[in-house]
Nanobody, 126 residues
Framework: LVLVEESGGGSVQAGGSLRLSCATN????????MGWFRQAPGKEREGVAAIHTGTGASYYTDSVKGRFTISRDNAKASVYLQMNSLKPEDTAMYYC???????????????????WGQGTQVTVSS
Protein backbone atom coordinates (compact mmCIF):
# COMPACT_ATOMS: atom_id res chain seq x y z
CA LEU A 1 0.00 0.00 0.00
CA VAL A 2 1.45 3.33 -1.08
CA LEU A 3 1.04 6.04 1.51
CA VAL A 4 1.06 9.73 0.70
CA GLU A 5 0.76 12.24 3.50
CA GLU A 6 0.59 16.03 3.24
CA SER A 7 1.12 18.56 5.99
CA GLY A 8 1.71 22.25 6.43
CA GLY A 9 -1.55 23.85 5.40
CA GLY A 10 -3.15 26.65 7.34
CA SER A 11 -4.61 30.14 7.22
CA VAL A 12 -2.60 33.19 6.26
CA GLN A 13 -3.21 36.71 5.09
CA ALA A 14 -2.57 37.74 1.51
CA GLY A 15 1.13 38.20 0.91
CA GLY A 16 2.05 35.56 3.45
CA SER A 17 3.84 32.25 3.03
CA LEU A 18 3.26 28.59 3.74
CA ARG A 19 5.32 25.47 3.14
CA LEU A 20 3.58 22.23 2.35
CA SER A 21 5.27 18.88 2.86
CA CYS A 22 4.50 15.52 1.30
CA ALA A 23 6.00 12.22 2.42
CA THR A 24 5.55 8.88 0.70
CA ASN A 25 6.66 5.29 1.13
CA UNK A 26 6.51 4.57 -2.61
CA UNK A 27 9.04 1.87 -3.45
CA UNK A 28 10.27 3.72 -6.52
CA UNK A 29 10.47 7.13 -4.86
CA UNK A 30 13.86 7.93 -6.41
CA UNK A 31 12.43 8.03 -9.93
CA UNK A 32 8.92 9.34 -9.54
CA UNK A 33 6.99 12.25 -10.91
CA MET A 34 5.32 13.82 -7.89
CA GLY A 35 2.80 16.59 -8.15
CA TRP A 36 0.92 19.12 -6.11
CA PHE A 37 -2.69 19.77 -7.04
CA ARG A 38 -5.37 22.00 -5.60
CA GLN A 39 -9.12 22.05 -5.67
CA ALA A 40 -11.34 24.92 -4.63
CA PRO A 41 -15.06 24.41 -3.93
CA GLY A 42 -17.00 24.05 -7.16
CA LYS A 43 -13.86 23.87 -9.30
CA GLU A 44 -11.91 21.08 -10.95
CA ARG A 45 -8.70 19.76 -9.50
CA GLU A 46 -5.83 21.82 -10.89
CA GLY A 47 -2.17 20.93 -11.32
CA VAL A 48 0.00 23.41 -9.41
CA ALA A 49 3.52 22.02 -9.69
CA ALA A 50 5.38 18.77 -10.23
CA ILE A 51 8.90 17.47 -9.82
CA HIS A 52 10.76 14.41 -10.98
CA THR A 53 12.51 13.01 -7.94
CA GLY A 54 15.34 11.58 -10.02
CA THR A 55 16.29 14.51 -12.27
CA GLY A 56 14.88 17.37 -10.22
CA ALA A 57 13.08 18.73 -13.27
CA SER A 58 10.20 20.90 -12.12
CA TYR A 59 7.00 22.22 -13.68
CA TYR A 60 4.57 24.95 -12.67
CA THR A 61 1.24 26.26 -13.73
CA ASP A 62 1.44 29.85 -14.95
CA SER A 63 -0.50 31.35 -12.06
CA VAL A 64 2.10 30.30 -9.48
CA LYS A 65 5.34 30.83 -11.40
CA GLY A 66 7.66 33.11 -9.46
CA ARG A 67 5.70 32.61 -6.22
CA PHE A 68 5.77 28.86 -5.57
CA THR A 69 8.78 26.55 -5.50
CA ILE A 70 8.67 22.77 -5.52
CA SER A 71 11.62 20.82 -4.14
CA ARG A 72 12.49 17.36 -2.95
CA ASP A 73 14.56 15.68 -0.27
CA ASN A 74 15.26 12.19 -1.47
CA ALA A 75 16.78 11.13 1.84
CA LYS A 76 13.39 11.76 3.41
CA ALA A 77 11.32 10.58 0.44
CA SER A 78 9.57 13.92 0.58
CA VAL A 79 8.64 16.81 -1.65
CA TYR A 80 7.81 20.33 -0.60
CA LEU A 81 5.87 23.27 -1.95
CA GLN A 82 7.07 26.65 -0.74
CA MET A 83 4.30 29.16 -1.35
CA ASN A 84 5.13 32.85 -1.15
CA SER A 85 3.13 35.98 -1.93
CA LEU A 86 -0.06 34.05 -1.40
CA LYS A 87 -3.27 35.40 -2.85
CA PRO A 88 -6.92 34.77 -1.90
CA GLU A 89 -7.32 32.86 -5.16
CA ASP A 90 -4.76 30.32 -3.89
CA THR A 91 -7.30 29.20 -1.31
CA ALA A 92 -8.03 25.52 -1.88
CA MET A 93 -7.45 22.02 -0.64
CA TYR A 94 -3.96 21.02 -1.71
CA TYR A 95 -3.17 17.43 -2.61
CA CYS A 96 0.08 15.59 -3.19
CA UNK A 97 0.17 12.78 -5.74
CA UNK A 98 2.77 10.25 -6.84
CA UNK A 99 3.70 8.22 -9.89
CA UNK A 100 2.61 10.69 -12.53
CA UNK A 101 4.16 11.46 -15.91
CA UNK A 102 6.52 14.42 -15.91
CA UNK A 103 8.22 14.20 -19.27
CA UNK A 104 5.42 13.95 -21.78
CA UNK A 105 3.82 17.28 -21.04
CA UNK A 106 1.02 15.88 -18.92
CA UNK A 107 2.33 16.60 -15.43
CA UNK A 108 -0.76 18.71 -14.74
CA UNK A 109 -3.25 15.92 -15.50
CA UNK A 110 -4.53 14.37 -12.25
CA UNK A 111 -5.62 11.23 -14.11
CA UNK A 112 -1.95 10.40 -14.75
CA UNK A 113 -1.17 10.00 -11.04
CA UNK A 114 -1.65 6.79 -9.12
CA UNK A 115 -1.60 7.59 -5.44
CA TRP A 116 -3.00 10.56 -3.55
CA GLY A 117 -2.89 12.02 -0.10
CA GLN A 118 -5.93 13.21 1.85
CA GLY A 119 -5.15 16.87 1.27
CA THR A 120 -4.29 19.86 3.41
CA GLN A 121 -6.34 23.06 3.46
CA VAL A 122 -4.80 26.39 2.53
CA THR A 123 -6.84 29.51 3.22
CA VAL A 124 -5.65 32.97 2.23
CA SER A 125 -7.60 35.96 3.48
CA SER A 126 -7.54 39.41 1.94
Amino acid sequence: LVLVEESGGGSVQAGGSLRLSCATNHYHYSRLCMGWFRQAPGKEREGVAAIHTGTGASYYTDSVKGRFTISRDNAKASVYLQMNSLKPEDTAMYYCATDGLCFDGSWYDPHRYSDWGQGTQVTVSS
